[in-house]
Antibody, heavy 125, light 107 residues
């Protein structure tokens, strides 16, 4: 079964750090770009970060740039998000998601086709 | 950054109704748009990619159209399991962005 399972969430004080992990199974992990998406309580989805299959290309949302680091270990089929200098507005469910390239009218179209169940991060004193 | 504006934000409808949601991009994104369905407490589920291609396993009552800056998701005949929140996402340029969502509930 194709699956992503996040872990590492929890309660942290403002200014603190947390490392989220996402374990992949059921597919060739090293073939895919991976992403983190978050959702604050009662709010919409916000893309956070992307890492290419071989870690050559890394992107961050402006809201987290300079405070988070995405990384992956293809040997262990996992992707991580190191979060530093956490703020109250980082409170959210964090999802990892697989990006796939599919044939479409435009040629090749990307989409996030597999998602984990999410892990909750709460930043509060 | 590309902004995506979804309308309406809320929609009430009945089982069997035909409904459409709109997603407007602040600049052209060709057909690099996906639609997701999310139910409370669950992860989003991919419905449509490339603006109009149905993801495998998604019922054919869902369809997508549009290109450039204007996109539409249509559900031809609402089923009870379709009441959820729907998000569009552009994957043409980083940073990838999502619309704010359309919540579909039962009238």
């Amino acid at each position: 079964e194709v699956q992503l399972v996040e872990s590492g969430g929890g309660l942290v004080k403002p200014g603190g750090s947390l490392r989220l992990s996402c374990a992949a199974s059921g597919f060739t992990f090293s073939d895919y770009s991976m992403n983190w998406v978050r959702q604050a309580p009662g709010k919409g989805l916000e893309w956070v970060s992307s890492i290419s299959s071989s870690s050559d290309y890394i992107y961050y949302a402006d809201s987290v740039k300079g405070r988070v680091i995405i990384s992956r270990d293809n040997a262990k089929n996992s992707v991580s998000l190191q979060m530093n200098s956490l703020r109250a507005d980082d409170t959210a469910v964090y999802f990892c998601a697989r990006k796939v390239a599919k044939l479409c009218v435009a040629g090749s179209c990307d989409a996030f086709d597999i998602w984990g169940q999410g892990t909750m991060v709460t930043v509060s004193s | 950054d590309i902004q995506l504006t979804q309308s309406p934000s809320f929609l009430s409808a009945s089982v069997g109704d035909r409904v459409s949601f709109t997603c407007r991009a602040s600049q052209g994104i060709s057909s690099y748009l996906a639609w997701y369905q999310q139910k409370p407490g669950k992860a989003p589920k991919l419905l449509i990619y490339g603006a109009s291609t149905l993801q495998s396993g998604v019922p054919s009552r869902f369809s997508g159209s549009g290109s450039g800056t204007q996109f539409t998701l249509t559900i031809s005949s609402l089923q009870p399991e379709d009441f959820a929140t729907y998000y569009c996402q552009q994957l043409n340029f980083y940073p990838y962005t999502f619309g704010q969502g359309t919540k579909l509930d039962i009238k």
